[in-house]
């Protein structure tokens, strides 16, 4: 540690025994941190290992979150065999927002084996350590808005979309290297249906309002309509807990990425006086559509990916963003917003083939929003835990 004190490795306790931690910068060689997840999830059913074209565009210096952000990756390995893998990573973003002196770990899969896990997190807790850190959270893989928590409930289905899928010793292990709950999180599974009488009945008084306009997402001006989401979303989020407002260069890569897989009927924009005022921005499960890629988009998994979702379509999606802006969230007209959003987005469902999504994630502690899921019938069916430690 820079102020003098014991450092996280040289605690009186545990120590991992027999495992060699490697570190690899931002922008170096992931072959090992890519190819351990085979070893780890062998014979689970439900794993679906992200493409790794995208993990080494994340973790590579042109990610426009390292511009306001520094990192580093871990591999672990026993007897020269990878075990393991995460990263560190300190966002200044977040530093300036909450002044917290908190730095982050992510991506984090391990096998079964508290030495492998202990050790990749205590270099993890070193390294943000080192750095002025007095507190270390995760996983964050990389920030609050990607891959958040260690899967904890729900490990009997596949992960969707931009959300973790781990072992389910993996959560203890990580307890079991001294770290404690700082917050769990909701995901929430929706069949697409009938809508309750009552959010029928609310979704047409709002939509009787001559003010209120409700739109999809435009694709002539799409740029302009993904600012226009995001700035109403950091308006509505401006309060969650973590929340940090993307860079503008964060925001121009994300439209960049939405272009490709958008629906623009599993999107709305609602507008009072012209004003936009709440979002609902959900998109196709791509997890569902490349189950059985193995990681490797190219030569072959991209016109099968590209077939999958413009000709046969996806059967799920996940719900990604819905806010209102505060301005209008206590305002007792418009109180049914959120429910006018969540009954179109069920007709869209419908209209694209959707069998149900998932929305998701909730903070657990978010009162109002989670009772206006579970009054449209959305059920917990996973829960993701965030952990942190002091160091």
Same mark, same amino acid.
């Given at each position: 540690m820079t102020d003098g004190s014991v450092s996280v490795l040289e605690r009186p306790a545990r120590r991992a025994v027999g495992v060699e931690i490697r570190k690899i910068p931002i922008g170096g060689r992931l072959d090992d941190f890519l190819g351990v997840v085979d070893r780890i999830y062998r014979g689970d059913p439900n794993y679906v290992r992200p493409l790794d074209l995208d993990l080494k565009r994340r973790l590579s210096p042109s990610n426009p979150f390292f511009e306001h952000a520094d990192g580093v990756v871990f591999t672990a390995h026993r007897n020269g065999t990878c075990v393991g893998r995460c990263t560190?990573?300190?966002?200044?973003?977040?530093?300036?927002?909450? +002044?917290?002196?908190?730095?982050?770990?992510?991506?984090?899969?391990?096998?079964?084996? =508290? %030495?492998?896990?202990?050790?990749? $997190?205590?270099?993890?807790?070193?390294?943000?350590?080192?750095?002025?850190?007095?507190?270390?959270?995760?996983? $964050?893989?990389?920030?609050?808005?990607?891959?958040? +928590?260690?899967?904890v409930e729900g490990f009997d289905t596949p992960p969707m979309l931009m959300t973790p899928h781990h072992r389910p010793y993996q959560g203890g292990l990580i307890e079991r290297a001294g770290f404690a709950k700082a917050k769990d999180l909701y !995901?929430?599974?929706?069949?697409?249906?009938?809508?309750?009488?009552?959010?029928?009945?609310?979704?047409?008084?709002?939509?009787?309002?001559?003010?209120?306009?409700?739109?999809?997402? %435009?694709?002539?001006?799409?740029?302009?309509?993904?600012?226009?989401?995001?700035?109403?979303?950091?308006? &509505?989020?401006? %309060?969650?807990?973590?929340h940090v407002t993307p860079s503008h260069r964060q925001a121009a890569r994300l439209a960049d990425e939405l272009r490709l897989v958008v629906i623009p009927e599993l999107t709305y924009i609602a507008e009072i006086d012209g004003e936009p005022a709440a979002i609902a #921005? !959900?998109?196709?499960? *791509?997890?569902?559509?490349? @189950?059985?890629? +193995?990681?490797? #988009?190219?030569?072959?998994? #991209?016109?099968?990916?590209?077939?999958?979702?413009?000709?046969?379509?996806?059967?799920? &999606? @996940? $719900?990604?963003? $819905?806010?209102?802006?505060?301005?209008?969230?206590?305002?007792?007209?418009?109180? !049914?917003?959120?429910?006018?959003?969540? *009954?179109?987005?069920?007709?869209?469902?419908?209209?694209?083939?959707? =069998?149900? +999504?998932?929305?998701?994630?909730?903070?657990?502690?978010?009162?109002?929003?989670? *009772?206006?899921?579970?009054?449209?019938?959305?059920?917990?069916?996973k829960r993701f835990r965030l952990y942190e430690r002091e160091l």
């Open positions: 560190a990573q300190i966002d200044r973003s977040h530093l300036v927002r909450y +002044g917290d002196k908190t730095g982050f770990f992510g991506f984090l899969d391990t096998v079964e084996d =508290e %030495d492998v896990a202990r050790a990749l $997190l205590d270099a993890a807790s070193e390294w943000v350590g080192q750095r002025g850190m007095k507190r270390i959270r995760g996983p $964050l893989s990389l920030n609050m808005y990607d891959e958040v +928590g260690c899967l !995901a929430w599974r929706y069949t697409v249906g009938d809508v309750p009488a009552r959010a029928r009945k609310a979704h047409d008084e709002i939509a009787a309002m001559p003010e209120v306009r409700a739109r999809h997402i %435009d694709m002539k001006r799409f740029d302009e309509d993904v600012r226009t989401i995001l700035d109403v979303f950091d308006d &509505a989020w401006s %309060d969650n807990w973590g #921005l !959900a998109l196709p499960n *791509v997890n569902e559509l490349i @189950r059985d890629f +193995g990681g490797k #988009l190219l030569p072959f998994g #991209l016109p099968k990916l590209l077939y999958r979702l413009k000709v046969r379509g996806p059967k799920t &999606a @996940r $719900l990604l963003m $819905l806010g209102i802006r505060k301005k209008y969230r206590n305002v007792r007209k418009y109180a !049914a917003l959120s429910t006018f959003l969540y *009954v179109k987005m069920n007709e869209a469902g419908r209209r694209t083939g959707i =069998e149900w +999504g998932e929305l998701s994630w909730t903070l657990e502690d978010n009162g109002p929003v989670n *009772v206006a899921i579970k009054f449209m019938g959305g059920k917990v069916y």
